[in-house]
T-cell receptor
Framework: AQSVTQLDSQVPVFEEAPVELRCNYSSSVSVYLFWYVQYPNQGLQLLLKYLSGSTLVKGINGFEAEFNKSQTSFHLRKPSVHISDTAEYFCAVSDPGGGADGLTFGKGTHLIIQP | NAGVTQTPKFRVLKTGQSMTLLCAQDMNHEYMYWYRQDPGMGLRLIHYSVGEGTTAKGEVPDGYNVSRLKKQNFLLGLESAAPSQTSVYFC???????????FGSGTRLTVV
């Protein structure tokens, strides 16, 4: 079974600074990778996904992520954050060759934007 | 608006009581999922369904049952609630495994 590790439970960063949220997954022949965002008291929204092809994936709200197969990583980045980016961010993985038993989520990273 | 609707949004139960959480989607998605979210634990899969009339166990199925009698609805039941089931429950749906999920807004359940 796949597993996902989000290395930081909290990341504080100043407004307009760049940010990177780290995600590593257990190795597999191939994977689908996702980043979701959860604003307070809301459900999760899909930010971006990697299925195949270009290793740099662009998503909504100015976020992007880079798939690195050799490092088994899928780190999320944004060049300049805003107060509105304060939220919980989840990395998730699924095995395209496996069953339909859902995504495996990391434990989340709380992004805290400081003015 | 199209999406996933969960009812109720909040509920307080006494230990031993039963209840059913309803998830409804209007996107004609085949796949539906129930997750629970606990602080520091991320989301954990309880049960899922790959189509009308089908259900399967996820990572943490004990104490829960599910049914999918209609394609658009996925019900999560607690027969005898326990304090350990205090959590936020999310339903999600997807047309296939690569598309990504659409999540509901959650049900916050407290068992006292």
């Amino acid at each position: 079974a796949q597993s996902v590790t989000q290395l930081d439970s909290q990341v504080p960063v100043f407004e307009e600074a760049p940010v990177e949220l780290r995600c590593n997954y257990s190795s597999s022949v191939s994977v689908y990778l996702f980043w979701y965002v959860q604003y307070p008291n809301q459900g999760l929204q899909l930010l971006l996904k990697y299925l195949s092809g270009s290793t740099l994936v662009k998503g909504i709200n100015g976020f992007e992520a880079e798939f690195n197969k050799s490092q088994t990583s899928f780190h999320l980045r944004k060049p300049s954050v805003h107060i509105s980016d304060t939220a919980e961010y989840f990395c998730a993985v699924s095995d395209p060759g496996g069953g339909a038993d859902g995504l495996t989520f990391g434990k989340g990273t709380h992004l805290i934007i400081q003015p | 608006n199209a999406g996933v609707t969960q009812t109720p949004k909040f509920r307080v139960l006494k230990t031993g009581q039963s209840m059913t959480l309803l998830c409804a989607q209007d996107m004609n998605h085949e796949y539906m999922y129930w997750y629970r979210q606990d602080p520091g634990m991320g989301l954990r899969l309880i049960h899922y369904s790959v189509g009308e009339g089908t259900t399967a166990k996820g990572e943490v199925p004990d104490g829960y049952n599910v049914s999918r009698l209609k394609k658009q609805n996925f019900l999560l039941g607690l027969e005898s609630a326990a304090p350990s089931q205090t959590s936020v429950y999310f339903c999600a749906s997807s047309p296939d495994r690569s598309y990504g999920y659409t999540f509901g807004s959650g049900t916050r359940l407290t068992v006292v």
